[in-house]
């Protein structure tokens, strides 16, 4: 099993950072890459970026593109979500997900690619 703990949401302006954390424990060893995805109201849960383990590759939604940044601190465990330049149609609650085995490419920007998933954390831009 894997456990996957977000932090980092909150309220911005437009225009602002936020760096949002997923710290993972447990099985960490069969982890194949972690994405983020995210939640608006009455909106699907969609993709947003993803990184695999080794952090050799990354994939990013073209709404996002430019603007955040995926990256991984090997030592903690923790994948980071930096986002840059929010706007109001960021806002949602943003989660981590953990794909414990090899997938299709068109998998791994799919919740359909993803099999341990944290609780989420909210983000919210004003503007």
């Known amino acids: 099993q894997v456990q996957l703990v977000e932090s980092g949401g909150g309220l911005v302006q437009s225009g602002g950072s936020l760096r949002l954390s997923c710290r993972a424990s447990?099985?960490?060893?069969?982890?194949?890459?972690v994405g983020w995805f995210r939640q608006a109201p009455g909106n699907e849960r969609v993709f947003v970026a993803f990184?695999?383990?080794?952090?050799?590759?990354?994939n990013y939604a073209d709404s996002v593109k430019g603007r955040f940044t995926i990256s991984r601190d090997n030592a903690k465990n923790t994948v980071y979500l930096q986002m840059d330049n929010l706007k109001p149609e960021d806002t949602a609650v943003y989660y981590c997900?953990?794909?414990?085995?090899?997938?299709?490419?068109?998998?791994?920007?799919?919740?359909?690619?993803?099999?341990?998933w944290g609780q989420g954390t909210q983000v919210t831009v004003s503007s």
């Open positions: 447990g099985r960490t060893f069969s982890i194949n890459r």
């Open positions: 990184m695999t383990w080794s952090g050799v590759s990354t």
């Open positions: 997900a953990a794909g414990l085995a090899l997938s299709p490419i068109a998998l791994r920007t799919t919740t359909r690619g993803y099999d341990s």
